[in-house]
Every structure is written in structure tokens, then in C-alpha cells.
């Protein structure tokens, strides 16, 4: 089968093992059975890539050289302000998401699609899950966007990559401190996950240590970090220029000197030995 990597030159070379890799399937082709079939009793021969996120597939009479050109202009796109980001667009999961959101915007689809030299998109997606892209309308009579993210692909991709991240953190605090999910339930749980991320990201504070760090210290003493110190200097620390990490270390080492001065005190203290990590 004839393959070649969306990466180029060094890159391709450095990224050899873990790079996106445009592969042509002839139809009838005998390897195409066992992609689509797990391993097991019945299936000897099947791959079984069917249990994970392979990679995503393109019907196209376009020949291999024109798809490869298109792809690669795809793999790395601008904002609106000038920053690259990468398009996994081969992932099934991250292609769903891209598509879904477009579905609205023409323009953009015709981009992507290139008009009608992609046929159809599909794929398998956690299993037995089939998403299947066929266009509805003749793209090609419909002008194509500009190849970028714009604001409102952005600040989609922002939210939901931070839904993501609290609903990581609050799983973690469910399944390593369930003393807190018992003493409070978990809906002040996810409240307090909720507030940290606020509080972090007013800080300037992207990282899931640090929004763990607010919540938890949320948590165990029993209010934010707005209100815990009377003298304002966790806050302080929050909103200063020091970078993120040595946030965490100074705000640590607040909180154990505000324990140690007998103003603040772990709530849960008597059934619990969470710590701050």
C-alpha cells in the first residue's frame, strides 16, 4: 500500500513513530476486512483497531498526491491572531467535534472537503461507534473559507478542552478523597472544582495541579482562598506576576503558615488525612 507522512523533512524523520500517516486503500484491497474486525475467537486475523481511535477515513476519486497536498495544509492551522495550532483532524474524536461544529458554516466545510474532491468521511470510533460525514449540499459551488480558526472555533475548542480538565479533577477528587464527596456530596464538589478553575484562571493559572490545589484547599479548610486569610496575602499571591509554579509553592506554604498560626483549620480533620498535593 503506498503511505507517506503529513510531517515533512526532519520532522517526519524525528516523528517517524507517532507522526499522522496518509494511506491509500485500494477498494477490495484484503487488508481492508481485517481493519474493520476485532481479534477473538472468530476474527484470528483481525487487527483489531476496531477498540481504538486508528484514524479516520476518506472516499475520493482524487489521486494520492493532490489528497497528501491537501491534508498537510490541514494539519497545522492559524487563529485569527497569528498563533499555529494543530488540527487532529485524523483522530476520529477531534474530526466529530471539528465537523459538528461546522455544520452551519458552508464555507468552511468547503474548505475542508475542498469542494467535492472528498467524497465521504467515516470512521469507528471507541469500538463499534460508527460517524459517518457525507455532504448535503454541492460544496463545490459554495466559496471556501480561509484555511484558519476562527474566534468562535477557538474559544469552542478552549471551553470544551476546560470542561474536560474539571471534569478530570473533580473524577480525581471523587475517586482519591471520597471523604469529601461524603461530608459535602458531590455537588458542592463540583461547585468547588468550578470556583477554582475561576479563581485559577483570574490568576493565570492553566495547569490541573493548581486548580487541584484550590479546590482541595477549598475543601479541607472550608472556604476560597479569597476569604481564608485575613490579611489578603493568597490572593495576593494569585494574582501576582510570579510564575505558575511558584504560585503553587508560595500559596502552599500561605496556607501551612495560616494551619500553624491556629487561623485556619482542616475541616475534616478527625476522619480524614488528605493532604494537599
Given at each position: 500500500m503506498r503511505y507517506a507522512c503529513l510531517f515533512q523533512d526532519e520532522k517526519a524523520e524525528t516523528y517517524a513513530k507517532a507522526a499522522p500517516y496518509l494511506v491509500e486503500l485500494p477498494k477490495n484491497h484484503p487488508v481492508l476486512p481485517r481493519l474493520f474486525c476485532r481479534n477473538g475467537d472468530n476474527h484470528v486475523e483481525g487487527i483489531n483497531y476496531g477498540e481504538c481511535n486508528i484514524g479516520t477515513?476518506?472516499?475520493?476519486?482524487?489521486?494520492?498526491?493532490?489528497?497528501?497536498?491537501?491534508?498537510?495544509?490541514?494539519?497545522?492551522?492559524q487563529d485569527?491572531?497569528?498563533?499555529?495550532y494543530y488540527l487532529r483532524f485524523f483522530d476520529p474524536a477531534g474530526l466529530e467535534k471539528y465537523l459538528d461544529r461546522l455544520q452551519t458554516y458552508p464555507s468552511k466545510l468547503a474548505a475542508f472537503f475542498n469542494g467535492d474532491m472528498i467524497e465521504k468521511v467515516f470512521c469507528i470510533k471507541n469500538g463499534d461507534e460508527l460517524v459517518e460525514y457525507v455532504p448535503n449540499i454541492d460544496l463545490s459551488a459554495v466559496k471556501q473559507a480561509k484555511k484558519q480558526f476562527d474566534k468562535f472555533e477557538i474559544e469552542a475548542f478552549i471551553e470544551l478542552h476546560d470542561r474536560s480538565l474539571r471534569e478530570r479533577i473533580i473524577g480525581e477528587i471523587m475517586a482519591q478523597h471520597p471523604e469529601f464527596a461524603n461530608a459535602y456530596g458531590q455537588d458542592i464538589v463540583e461547585k468547588t472544582v468550578n470556583h477554582a478553575y475561576r479563581?485559577?484562571?483570574?490568576?493565570?493559572?492553566?495547569?490541573?495541579?493548581?486548580?487541584?490545589q484550590l479546590?482541595?484547599?477549598?475543601?479541607?479548610?472550608?472556604?476560597?482562598?479569597?476569604?481564608?486569610?485575613?490579611?489578603?496575602?493568597l490572593n495576593e499571591i494569585l494574582m501576582s506576576d510570579l510564575t505558575e509554579q511558584e504560585k503553587q509553592f508560595y500559596l502552599e506554604k500561605r496556607f501551612d503558615e495560616l494551619e500553624k498560626q491556629g487561623r485556619i483549620h482542616?475541616?475534616?480533620?478527625?476522619t480524614s488525612t488528605a493532604c494537599l498535593v
Open positions: 477515513f476518506f472516499r475520493s476519486s482524487a489521486d494520492f498526491d493532490t489528497l497528501l497536498n491537501h491534508f498537510r495544509k490541514w494539519l497545522m492551522l485569527n491572531t497569528g498563533h499555529w479563581l485559577a484562571k483570574a490568576g493565570n493559572m492553566k495547569g490541573t495541579i493548581s486548580i487541584l479546590a482541595l484547599a477549598n475543601l479541607i479548610y472550608g472556604d476560597s482562598v479569597n476569604y481564608l486569610d485575613p490579611e489578603n496575602k482542616h475541616q475534616l480533620q478527625s
